[in-house]
């Protein structure tokens, strides 16, 4: 992006805003792995939300942490984030915390990067009377009970969410999920793997399914995380159809995401509150709260972060259809999109897997896996068979990959919690039910331990 409107002190245009999307590509031996991951916090004496102050809440947490060499990043004089290394731990609007991992050549280095994360972790929490567990929704503190962390974008979509959608609220304060970021060496590369993510987002989100509770109830889904997003605003969640059709690429996303309303802009240390503006007006110096100014590339970053479709594009590609869940849980993620996407054999089988399904026919998948998980069907096929052929083409990947570690000749070993989803049928979920009607008698009570990071 030498030639950039950035770089000549000019006005950006849409052709700027495509570039940044093009200067993703990288070679093969630049690829690399960004897992996320996100956790619920609580007091351990009863479960209690954290705050964000106090004695055992979210900034003592921070504080704390930071005697592992974080370093704090600050918003109006609070701790909201840490960084090191290329890593940082960021928190969600309900006190989520994430880990944002750094950019890792491969599997073992990610996982040991995460059992690092959740050891410091663990180490400062139990000094706080705090722990965390991973599921995909919170299965007991209903949405008014959950304390707001104070990160000025969140209060700019907590009045407009309400707006868009029945459940906004709750997917900013009640859900937590795990996600791998991805390379592509170009245009035609992304837009294979892209295609590949986005119809087998609705399969991994069955595999991972972790989320049957609400208020302390069962609520008849198997991801009620998933179900969230579909009433959380149709602008920007969901399936992305275009990206099945003839002309998909960097410039099409680009419009896209143009047309995505805005929530803010980012100023003096602060925040605009734009939410339902258009970008495009932005581009035109015609934004209403911001009269005759353009925007910078950092607007532009930041306006692609709050798009959420099941695959989002950035500089690298998000898979983002997963509930959180045990550490092996947040490993067999990146495993399972690494041996998709990652090895040309693989990427090929996979796109043949996929290649008789019409939008329509993944848009039916993702709207029944909620409640369904491996039961639902698709093309004939339950999601179940899906997902068996899904886990072996990515073992197939990570063979042919054969990148050694630990005590693994290669990186298959992470995939061995989604093998046995997939060749016995029961999700997490439904190991969680069965629990629920037995040996927890009706109570989520033994949840909060069984499922402690």
Request: aromatic letters at 10%; charged letters at 25%.
């Given at each position: 992006m030498n030639d950039s409107a950035t770089r000549r002190g000019e006005a950006l245009t849409r052709r700027d805003l495509i570039a940044y999307l093009e200067s993703g590509c990288k070679p093969r031996s630049a690829w690399r792995i960004g897992t996320e991951h996100?956790?619920?916090?609580?007091?351990?004496?009863?479960?209690?939300?954290?705050?964000?102050?106090?004695?055992?809440?979210?900034?003592?947490?921070?504080?704390?942490?930071?005697?592992?060499?974080?370093?704090?990043?600050?918003?109006?004089?609070?701790?909201?984030?840490?960084?090191?290394?290329?890593?940082?731990?960021?928190?969600?609007?309900?006190?989520?915390?994430?880990?944002?991992?750094?950019?890792?050549h491969n599997l073992h280095r990610t996982c040991d990067e995460v059992h690092a994360h959740l050891d410091q972790v663990r180490t400062v929490s139990a000094e706080l009377g705090i722990g965390f567990y991973g599921v995909g929704f919170r299965p007991d503190a209903p949405r008014e009970a959950i304390p707001w962390m104070?990160?000025?974008?969140?209060?700019?979509?907590?009045?407009?969410?309400?707006?868009?959608?029945?459940?906004?609220?709750?997917?900013?304060?009640?859900?937590?999920?795990?996600?791998?970021?991805?390379?592509?060496?170009?245009e035609a590369d992304m837009v294979r793997k892209m295609r590949v993510a986005m119809a087998l987002q609705p399969v991994a989100t069955a595999l991972f399914a972790i989320?049957?509770?609400?208020?302390?109830?069962?609520?008849?889904?198997?991801?009620?995380?998933?179900?969230?997003?579909?009433?959380?605003?149709p602008d920007r969640c969901g399936l992305l159809r275009f990206v099945f059709e003839p002309g998909m690429g960097f410039e099409r996303y680009a419009d896209y995401v143009l047309d995505a309303?805005?929530?803010?802009?980012?100023?003096?240390?602060?925040?605009?509150?734009?939410?339902?503006?258009?970008?495009?007006?932005?581009?035109?110096?015609?934004?209403?709260?911001?009269?005759?100014?353009?925007?910078?590339?950092?607007d532009w970053e930041d306006h692609l972060t709050t798009v959420f479709p099941e695959v989002r594009l950035k500089t690298f590609i998000e898979m983002r259809g997963a509930d959180s869940g045990p550490w092996g849980k947040v490993c067999a993620l990146p495993a399972l999109w690494v041996g998709l996407l990652y090895d040309s054999t693989a990427l090929n089988e996979a796109e043949a897997l996929v290649s008789d399904w019409s939008a329509d026919d993944v848009a039916a998948m993702l709207g029944a896996v909620p409640r369904e998980a491996l039961r639902a069907t698709i093309g004939g096929r339950t999601v179940q068979e899906v997902a068996r052929d899904t886990v072996e083409i990515a073992a197939g990947g990570l063979k042919r990959r054969a990148v050694a570690g630990n005590l693994d000749s290669d990186e298959r070993s992470y995939l061995t919690y989604l093998r046995q989803i997939a060749e016995s049928g029961r999700t997490a979920a439904d190991d969680m039910l069965e629990a629920y009607e037995g040996r927890w008698g009706r109570s989520i009570e033994p949840l909060f331990e069984e499922y402690a990071y």
């Amino acid at each position: 992006m030498n030639d950039s409107a950035t770089r000549r002190g000019e006005a950006l245009t849409r052709r700027d805003l495509i570039a940044y999307l093009e200067s993703g590509c990288k070679p093969r031996s630049a690829w690399r792995i960004g897992t996320e991951h996100e956790k619920f916090g609580h007091r351990l004496a009863d479960h209690a939300p954290l705050p964000y102050e106090g004695p055992w809440g979210i900034r003592a947490l921070l504080e704390g942490l930071q005697r592992y060499g974080w370093t704090p990043y600050l918003e109006n004089g609070n701790p909201i984030a840490l960084l090191k290394d290329g890593q940082s731990v960021t928190l969600e609007p309900g006190g989520q915390l994430e880990l944002s991992g750094a950019p890792l050549h491969n599997l073992h280095r990610t996982c040991d990067e995460v059992h690092a994360h959740l050891d410091q972790v663990r180490t400062v929490s139990a000094e706080l009377g705090i722990g965390f567990y991973g599921v995909g929704f919170r299965p007991d503190a209903p949405r008014e009970a959950i304390p707001w962390m104070p990160k000025g974008r969140y209060a700019i979509m907590r009045r407009y969410m309400p707006t868009r959608g029945s459940l906004g609220l709750d997917m900013m304060t009640r859900t937590c999920t795990v996600q791998v970021n991805l390379d592509f060496d170009s245009e035609a590369d992304m837009v294979r793997k892209m295609r590949v993510a986005m119809a087998l987002q609705p399969v991994a989100t069955a595999l991972f399914a972790i989320s049957p509770f609400v208020e302390g109830k069962t609520s008849g889904f198997r991801s009620y995380r998933s179900l969230v997003w579909t009433d959380t605003d149709p602008d920007r969640c969901g399936l992305l159809r275009f990206v099945f059709e003839p002309g998909m690429g960097f410039e099409r996303y680009a419009d896209y995401v143009l047309d995505a309303p805005m929530y803010f802009v980012a100023r003096d240390g602060g925040y605009v509150d734009v939410a339902g503006e258009s970008f495009r007006d932005f581009l035109d110096g015609a934004l209403p709260q911001l009269p005759g100014e353009r925007p910078t590339l950092k607007d532009w970053e930041d306006h692609l972060t709050t798009v959420f479709p099941e695959v989002r594009l950035k500089t690298f590609i998000e898979m983002r259809g997963a509930d959180s869940g045990p550490w092996g849980k947040v490993c067999a993620l990146p495993a399972l999109w690494v041996g998709l996407l990652y090895d040309s054999t693989a990427l090929n089988e996979a796109e043949a897997l996929v290649s008789d399904w019409s939008a329509d026919d993944v848009a039916a998948m993702l709207g029944a896996v909620p409640r369904e998980a491996l039961r639902a069907t698709i093309g004939g096929r339950t999601v179940q068979e899906v997902a068996r052929d899904t886990v072996e083409i990515a073992a197939g990947g990570l063979k042919r990959r054969a990148v050694a570690g630990n005590l693994d000749s290669d990186e298959r070993s992470y995939l061995t919690y989604l093998r046995q989803i997939a060749e016995s049928g029961r999700t997490a979920a439904d190991d969680m039910l069965e629990a629920y009607e037995g040996r927890w008698g009706r109570s989520i009570e033994p949840l909060f331990e069984e499922y402690a990071y």
